[in-house]
């Protein structure tokens, strides 16, 4: 079972910026600087030192890549950041700026593979399972301004499908009052072997899954849209939401898997979160 997602944090807490006001004549005025508002959050490119979004939440995702059918599963809200540098989250992975300048950021990430269990493919019996493995890689981000990313990012997976991914996804973030709302898109590549591995089905599995065999190749895998939404509410806590959807393309799109009575082109995961802040040096 592969958790989906694009590029887009569920626990993303809201905030707003309110400018200072000018120093006294005749020294020039300052540059504007974030506020603290009500609720003890700030907005800002990033936090002061660690930062620290946790609390319960829910997932609903596919059974498997292609299936029709979702899967429920309790998920924490997890979001870990340290200053500009480190990041980690169940969504986006563990990733450290090494590059670090006013526009551009790369560097290093580590993402989980959650694989596909024989649970979750048990109506084709003896379709392969797949391990857990991490996807290794990198990212290379362009913000042309802090509301706006693009980025494409780089993973190989060590273990489980064995194969390489690439991303190239756009996402905007907008401040509307208590609320952030955040949208943007992705297209993914995937290689033979990732494909192979998902959607790809040998002469043996074919012969006790009832499915056609099939090899696939590598291309475009994907191409998916996703939303989010963060509400601040009393003190540190928040509330957030997320959907996405996501159509699979070419090879994928044409998988007996895909295209069978439990199978669909069409991926949606949708979550929820409640989430407590926490900030120190």
Known sequence: MRIIIAAISLSLASAATAQT???????????PAPARPAGGFSFSPYPPGWQIDVGPGLLAVPQFPGSSGLRVLPIPALDIRYKNQFFASVQQGIGYNL??????RAGPILRPEFGRTS??????????RISFAPEVGGFIAWQPNFFTTVQVEVRQAIGGHEGLIADLSLRRVKLIGKWTIGYGGRLRFADQRYNRRYFGVTPAEAA???????????????????????????????????????????????????RSRFGSANQVTLGATLSYRFRFQ
Request: no cysteine.
């Open 21 to 31: 006001a000018p120093a006294p004549e005749p020294a020039p005025a300052p540059t």
């Open 119 to 128: 649970r979750d493919i048990a109506r084709f019996p003896g379709l392969r």
């Open 99 to 104: 590059v670090n300048e006013r526009h551009l």
């Open 208 to 258: 006790t899954s009832g499915l056609a065999a099939y090899a696939p190749g590598g291309n475009l895998n994907d191409i998916g849209v996703s939303a989010f939404v963060s509400r601040r509410l009393g003190g540190k806590w928040s509330a957030n939401g997320f959907v996405s959807y996501s159509r699979l393309l070419l090879d994928a799109a044409d998988s007996p898997i895909t």
